[in-house]
């Protein structure tokens, strides 16, 4: 074949005929094969013979010749027909000749007789021989001489030939010719090529479940995901549903959740009481993303289901979560996230158990999380029959520690525990109807002892700069110190050695428990050389003075203490490290110059945090009931430092 262009010289214009090397090879050698076809020997014929094989047609002829001449040869001949064969539908080239695209292949230019003897013989190569295909419709790409025949035989409605391509493409290739799929869906006859007993040759070819057999004929999945509640597949719905029936009730867990699916839908021949039935088939071979469906059947106990709460957190427990799974029904629930999904899966056998609750086995415990021993032990997630969400830190099967229970009616409990027990400070929260009870207290082995209304979060310094804050200790003109607080951000900076306090007067709040934070960002320069940190004022009853409670950071030195100062004898006690003058210690939890400090008082214990890591405990009960006396909060600076705060709470 020749292809005609133009070439420019200077200003002249003129039209150049490009020679293709291929077709003139093809042709010196089918030339040479007509001089030497009955004196040559075998394998040089069949040498000159794929020199030529890109006419396809004639190259099949020429073997047919040569079948009769050497007929010792002839199995090998017909196995290697098909091979050279298939060039007939193959695109040789793409060619442009003055400006119109030409695709270049046998098939194109062969007559009608010429293309009914090709493709009768294709039929019978494929059948023996799917794989064949795939040399065809991928050797070169994509192939657009191979859609010219797909569109032909739709045209001609050629229902067998179309029924062994799509066996043969659903075998061997890695996807399937959409143009079948996509042509014949407004065709009866063609509509489904494939039958049961083909998908059953498809799933065995491949070792895959029925539903996927079929899918691979389908060009879509029957759902855009099998971990999604209720998008089905927008393409033909229902497309072998019948067949899909078929997997769905031979024990294919996946094809009884979308055949169910799709019988809600509308989408099959069944009615959508029918669905439920496969859908409990579906969740009791471990599919627990099909409970959402099944849980909105109304009478659950003609499927055999007495308890929907224990069927329901029976399955859950009994399902292996994979990443995808976790995925898509965390994707797929949105704020309806299961309360068994937990945070730390995914739950394989060794994170998860039953915590039974002696003479109440209807309230049996499923727990999700950290175990030691045989034992909740850690942090956990936990549910029970009745919706009720236990999380938080476990010891010996018992919330011990920072949790939160959340009621499956409404009601919802935030704080410490000790020995499954409320114990110390909790924020407290009861919904009923949309509307909230917020209260904030401390307990003692489940009894509320203290209560206050109160609840007060500084989230903005504007905030505190304009209803609370009061600069005391240091005068504001001090000149070697400079506090300010610009568009809700407080700044600091001092250039001596001495410290600063900043006090917001909260007298009203006295509260046992609290819980008290500060965002610090240091700047470089004067990283090493100062400190900064939380101010706490109480009122321990000793006079006019207030104390100082202060957990203080080393910034520089990757350090901290927590110590306290008494005005009035004008004595320091060190909490951390007492041993050592100003109680430092060392911490890894630092995070260069930007770290957020909090201070939880929690009864007679005090916790300190470094950037959401626990730090140091103390146990201040020998003492009687100290640092209950809330006077106020703050800040504090020490050293020539300086930096901004952009945040604070407390509560």
């Not at 471990?286 to 929907?308: A, E, F, S, V």
């Not at 904030?440 to 209560?451: A, N, P, T």
């Amino acid at each position: 074949m020749n292809s005609v262009g133009t070439v420019k010289t200077g200003n002249e214009t003129k039209v150049k005929i490009y020679y293709d090397e291929r077709s003139a090879r093809a042709l010196e050698a089918y030339s040479a094969f007509l001089k030497k076809e009955a004196t040559g020997n075998f394998e040089e014929l069949m040498a000159l013979v794929a020199d030529f094989d890109i006419a396809g047609y004639t190259a099949v002829k020429s073997m047919e010749r040569l079948k009769k001449r050497f007929p010792a040869k002839r199995d090998l001949i017909d196995v290697a027909m098909p091979f050279h064969g298939i060039n007939f539908w193959k695109e040789v080239g793409d060619y442009k000749i003055m400006n119109e695209s030409i695709t270049a292949s046998a098939y194109l230019y062969a007559d009608d007789a010429q293309k009914t003897e090709m493709n009768n013989l294709l039929k019978s190569w494929i059948d023996d021989f799917p794989h064949l295909l795939g040399h065809i419709y991928y050797g070169y790409g994509d192939n657009k001489t191979f859609k010219m025949l797909l569109k032909d035989l739709i045209i001609k409605q050629d229902k067998e030939f179309l029924h062994n391509i799509a066996l043969s493409a659903a075998i061997a290739l890695p996807r399937y010719p959409s143009i079948i799929a996509e042509d014949t869906k407004d065709i009866p006859s063609l509509r489904q090529l494939l039958t049961f007993d083909d998908f059953e040759i498809i799933r065995r070819y491949h070792n895959i479940s029925g539903i996927k057999a079929i899918e691979k004929a389908r060009v879509k999945e029957f759902m855009k995901d099998h971990y999604d509640f209720f998008k089905v597949s927008d393409f033909e719905a229902d497309l072998y549903t019948e067949e899909l029936k078929k997997y769905a009730d031979g024990g294919d867990a996946e094809a009884m959740n979308s055949y169910g699916l799709h019988t809600l839908k509308g989408y099959t021949k069944d009615t959508k009481e029918a669905a439920y039935p496969y859908l409990k088939k579906a969740a009791d071979a471990g599919l627990p993303y099909t409970l959402k469906l099944l849980g909105k059947h109304k009478n659950l106990k003609q499927l055999g289901i007495n308890d929907w709460g224990v069927y329901k957190r029976e399955m859950e427990f009994k399902a292996e979560f994979n990443e995808k799974e976790r995925a898509y029904i965390k994707d797929a629930w949105g704020d309806e996230i299961p309360t068994f999904f937990g945070k730390n899966g995914p739950f394989t056998p060794d994170r998860k158990m039953k915590i039974p609750q002696p003479g109440k086995p209807e309230s049996t415990i499923y727990y999700y999380g950290s175990i030691k021993n045989g034992k909740a032990d850690g942090f956990g997630n936990a549910v029970d029959a009745s919706d009720n969400l236990y999380s938080g830190y476990w010891v010996d099967n018992q919330l011990h520690g920072p949790g939160e229970v959340k009621t499956g009616d409404g009601h919802s409990f935030e704080g410490m525990f000790a020995n499954g027990k409320k114990n110390g400070y909790a924020y407290y929260n009861y919904l009923k109807k949309g509307k909230g009870k917020f209260h904030s207290g401390f307990y003692e082995d489940d009894k509320l002892i203290y209560k206050s209304e109160d609840y007060k979060s500084l989230r903005s310094w504007n905030m505190v700069g304009n209803k609370y804050w009061q600069f005391s200790d240091i005068p504001a003109s001090y000149a070697n110190m400079d506090r300010t607080i610009d568009n809700g951000v407080f700044k600091f900076k001092s250039t001596d050695e001495g410290y600063s306090w900043s006090i917001a007067e909260l007298n009203k709040i006295k509260v046992a428990a609290y819980s008290y934070g500060v965002f610090y960002k240091v700047n470089k320069k004067g990283y090493d050389n100062g400190t900064c940190g939380i101010l706490i004022d109480i009122d321990e009853g000793n006079g006019k003075a207030k104390s100082k409670l202060l957990y203080m950071i080393h910034p520089g030195k990757q350090k901290f203490c927590l110590r306290l100062y008494n005005p009035n004898t004008d004595e320091w006690t060190y909490f951390t490290n007492p041993n050592s003058s100003g109680g430092w210690m060392a911490s890894s939890d630092f995070k260069g110059y930007d770290n957020f400090l909090r201070l939880d008082k929690l009864g007679d214990d005090i916790f300190l945090y470094l950037n959401g890591m626990p730090v140091f405990s103390l146990k201040i009960s020998t003492s009687g009931k100290p640092l209950h006396g809330f006077a106020g909060i703050g800040i504090v600076q020490g050293g020539v430092i300086s930096g901004t705060s952009t945040d604070i709470f407390f509560k």
